[in-house]
């Protein structure tokens, strides 16, 4: 809750007129508790989770022979049936896992310094942070996902989410309750270790989601922002992983690809990626000499 009673007492305790963000700031969280503020993930989660996938979920369902041709699965297709039995189970989980875990985690959260007063943070500040964040998120996931591959972690808890092996937008939180708790873990450890504004925590929390939602929608879109993000993973990254399946040895890093690279978790994709472009040189060379030969024919 913001110390202050009116915008005039906040300019004199900042020294300095406020920004339109940040009159926009007091004018929403005056008197708003601290608890409600960061309450307000459940509903960025839900929203994220109704609304980034639905655009390449109804590619799914009406396929369009421009789009289609970027399906990594092109084989699979998911009927509307299962996609909104998914959003169903991805909605019921927050709820009833995710909502508490976000409710109960706020003394943390208070204790950790996450401020949600004046000033707000700086555009370089966020930027800086959320880097933060996703690199320890990433490497954090790496190591929690190889435990849930492990036997016993695979068949009690993370099997749920690999019954994609075709995935979707709306299957990237589609798991076991406990493992989206488990993996929630990550995801506070960075805010923990360089606590910022709330601004800036919910910007992590959307940001990340979305991510999450881009690896598993089963299209690797030629143009996407993220193409230029340095060891960038993907959806096509992350898809091979869901193909293998349960015996996945391979591609287990949540957002880039240098762990993988580094403990060596990425042989099995590399060497399908060397041996497929082998074989479509291969095509190519053999396709262009029949073109070739049959041009040769016309004039002999």
Not at 125 to 144: C, K
Not at 189 to 215: D, K, N, Q, S, Y
Request: hydrophobic letters at 45%.
């Amino acid at each position: 809750m913001l110390p202050f009673q009116s915008m005039g007492e906040a300019e004199a305790a900042l020294g300095r007129n406020l920004s339109a963000a940040e009159v926009m700031w007091f004018q929403y969280s005056a008197g708003m508790h601290d608890f409600w503020l960061y309450a307000h993930n459940i509903a960025f989660l839900i929203l994220i989770y109704s609304l980034a996938p639905l655009p390449v979920a109804l590619v799914e369902l009406f396929r369009p022979k421009t789009i289609h041709k970027y399906k990594l699965q092109p084989k699979v297709h998911h009927p509307a049936s299962t996609v909104l039995q998914c959003y169903k189970n991805v909605v019921h989980t927050f709820i009833f896992a995710v909502g508490p875990l976000q409710l109960f985690s706020y003394p943390i959260i208070e204790w950790v310094g996450i401020r949600t007063g004046l000033p707000l943070p700086t555009g370089w500040e966020v930027a800086a942070q959320l880097v933060v964040y996703f690199v320890v998120e990433d490497y954090f996931n790496y190591w929690i996902h190889r435990w849930l591959h492990g036997e016993w972690g695979y068949e009690n808890i993370h099997r749920v989410h690999h019954e994609f092996t075709a995935p979707i937008g709306f299957a990237a939180p589609y798991a076991h309750w406990a493992e989206v708790l488990i993996l929630g873990f990550p995801a506070f450890l960075g805010p923990a270790i360089v606590p910022g504004h709330i601004v800036t925590f919910w910007l992590w929390m959307v940001l990340r989601h979305v991510e999450a939602i881009e690896t598993h929608c089963g299209y690797d879109f030629s143009q996407t922002p993220t193409k230029y993000i340095p060891f960038y993973g993907g959806a096509e990254y992350h898809d091979y992983h869901h193909y293998v399946g349960g015996k996945s040895h391979s591609n287990f890093a949540s957002v880039f690809t240098y762990c993988d690279y580094i403990y060596g978790t990425d042989k099995g994709y590399r060497y399908q990626k060397e041996h497929l472009a082998k074989y479509r040189e291969m095509w190519k060379t053999n396709d262009l000499t029949k073109e070739v030969n049959a041009i040769s024919g016309k004039y002999e």
